[in-house]
């Protein structure tokens, strides 16, 4: 995929959409503002969030939600997932396909409701006053849209009652509008693949985090907020393959030497000799996987891919695999929430690609934002008391109170209770709404519960590109956690997730993930390649050195992708492959595929 375009657009849109927003924001708090007249309310909750979050934050949240909605929609107009184009003009064209029915009378009912469709009737009639009727109208419908998909994607569309809506740009129709830009950019040919979702984000948060390295020349930790755009790195296809093709891919072919899939996967290495001792699964379904970093959800895409095959060669009705894959198989844990959004999006344009109708189905994709919930030593013995104290052991009593600062740990926080399916589904039935105080209680009980369940350790497979981030970006407090709790790694956020995510894997399990390459090497992991050396067993490993992400030039990050196996083998014979001398992503790319495909791993 070409991402020049991609990248300038996006970078264009962030600056463009937070001028706008500023803009909107400066009309709708003036005093005598039309919006306090029609919409106190919104405008007060509004005030409320600035005096709280700050003013810039609201302006960077309301520029991304639109951004995000718009590519989204331009996405799913490309592949007619839409009824009707929404951002996207009919052929020979040139306003939005939704606008130009309804000039010509028709207007979806089940998408637009009866108000609004006569609202829009009016103002393209000229029945109401408007100094821009056209645009107006077609605001409206935009809304109406967003509100209509937030049944079946509320992680990304949720419904638009508030100051967002008061927010949106105006310019929407013209042909230097953010649209314009966006159908210009996200062509047909880009929009094949839900990839380009991952790849906009990446770029949308690029000059932010060039700010914050450039912070961080002056010593300038990197805050928590910080923390997703500093360590966003999208991961290219082919290592994608590779990783997911040696863990979730040979698993499947453990359990099913006769199957067809390892036709499929380019980049799978075949066990030197029939293996015996591996994870048994009976199916599928069985089959968890996890991504504890996933960004905008480009391994569990691929993931999805393989799993399908998985499925098909086992029989399974096509109409019920994609809904299977995501309800089963398929998790992913995120600190963004933007991020978040975008990898639950992209799973749902994978299972639509699959199932025409599974809109329909209202299925929810696991994916697990981490949030901050603070719970006072008050709170906790009131609720306590009311629920029944002897089911507050103290592992429990400590879990609810280390997501406090989830914002800053996130998936490398290691829950302390032991049953924490047992305690999370004895609490769920228990009924606190009689109480205001105890409900709110309750409800942050219970969120702390579900991501301590996510992050428990029960999957087959666990893939990522976990965040690069050295002591000297870390700030005081993250530096002082990760010495208490990853003192054999430290040094890096990296390290500590490959700690991390072999006690996230079950026995016998797989983790794979591309890392920078100094643990391998320096004497501060030490204690962490023992471990992975005298308890865990390499299977396969591609040593990439630098350049293997065009995205970042020259030397700064040298790296490499391995896959281990949860479990000691200390007779077994991995594949090696020594890429350092490529001098770019397609290089490295071709000389992996060749190795395999020759067999020249040592």
């Known amino acids: 995929m070409d991402t020049s375009k991609l990248k300038k657009f996006a970078q264009y849109a962030r600056r463009t959409l937070l001028e706008q927003v500023k803009g909107k924001l400066n009309v709708v708090l003036a005093l005598h503002s039309a919006a306090r007249r029609e919409r106190p309310q919104v405008v007060a909750e509004l005030e409320k969030l600035i005096n709280s979050s700050g003013r810039e934050h609201v302006e960077e949240r309301v520029a991304y939600i639109w951004f995000n909605r718009f590519c989204a929609l331009r996405l799913m107009d490309v592949n007619r997932y839409t009824r009707i184009g929404v951002v996207s003009p009919a052929e020979g064209q040139f306003q939005p396909e939704i606008l130009a029915e309804s000039k010509m009378g028709h207007i979806d009912e089940e998408m637009v409701s009866a108000q609004v469709r006569q609202k829009v009737l009016d103002l393209l009639a000229g029945r109401a006053p408007s100094n821009d009727s056209q645009g107006e109208a077609y605001r409206l419908l935009l809304v109406a849209v967003c509100n209509g998909w937030h049944e079946s994607m509320p992680f990304l569309f949720e419904r638009i009652d508030d ?8 310019d929407l129709l013209s042909g230097n509008s953010i649209l314009a830009y966006t159908r210009e950019a996200m062509t047909p040919d880009a929009c094949k693949d839900v990839e380009v979702i991952g790849w906009l984000y990446q770029f949308y948060i690029s000059e932010k985090k060039d700010a914050v390295f450039e912070g961080l020349k002056n010593n300038q930790k990197i805050t928590p907020e910080n923390i997703p755009a500093a360590t966003q790195l999208f991961t290219p296809h082919w290592i994608v393959r590779y990783l997911v093709d040696n863990s979730l891919g040979r698993l499947w072919l453990l359990n099913r030497p006769g199957s067809q899939l390892a036709e499929q996967m380019e980049y799978y290495i075949p066990p030197e000799k029939p293996e015996t001792d591996f994870l048994k699964i009976n199916g599928p379904e069985e089959i968890k996987v996890c991504d504890p970093a996933c960004g905008s959800g480009h391994m569990l895409t691929y993931a999805f891919d393989l799993l399908y095959a998985m499925y098909e060669e086992e029989g399974y009705d096509p109409a019920e695999i994609p809904e299977k894959i995501l309800t089963h198989n398929l998790f992913g844990i995120e600190l963004d929430e933007r991020a978040g959004e975008l990898a639950a999006f992209a799973l749902t344009m994978k299972a639509r690609s699959r199932q025409r109708r599974f809109f329909n189905k209202r299925v929810k994709p696991n994916i697990c ?25 103290h592992g429990l009593h400590e879990t609810l109170q280390q997501f406090s600062e989830a914002d800053n740990f996130g998936s490398l926080i290691v829950p302390k209770v032991a049953n924490v399916v047992d305690v999370l589904a004895t609490l769920e039935s228990k009924d606190m709404s009689s109480n205001l105080f105890l409900a709110e209680t309750h409800k942050k009980v219970l969120s702390v519960l579900r991501m301590a369940e996510v992050l428990s350790p029960r999957y087959a497979v666990v893939v990522a590109n976990p965040p690069y981030m050295g002591g000297k970006g870390m700030n005081l407090r993250l530096s002082t956690w990760a010495k208490e709790n990853f003192p054999s790694s430290k040094s890096d956020l990296f390290a500590m997730f490959i700690e991390r995510n072999l006690n996230l894997a079950v026995k016998g399990g797989a983790v794979a993930m591309i890392t920078m390459q100094s643990w391998m090497f320096l004497s501060s992991f030490e204690a962490l ?3 992975i050396l005298n308890q865990r ?12 992400f065009d995205s970042i030039g020259g030397e700064v990050v040298s790296t490499t992708a391995f896959v281990l196996e949860n479990a000691h083998r200390p007779d077994y014979r991995g594949a090696y492959m020594r ?13 992996l595929a060749e190795a395999i495909a020759q067999g020249k791993a040592v």
């Open 163 to 170: 100051y967002t809506e008061l927010l949106m740009p105006d």
């Open 369 to 393: 934002v981490l949030d901050k919930v603070s719970l006072s030593p008050e709170e906790l013995d009131e609720y306590m008391t009311a629920v029944g104290r002897d089911l507050f052991t």
């Open 529 to 531: 390649r023992s471990r």
């Open 537 to 548: 067993t390499i299977l396969s490993m591609a040593h990439l050195g630098a350049r293997a």
């Open 579 to 591: 890429l350092v001398g490529g001098s770019s992503e397609a290089e490295k790319m071709e000389m």
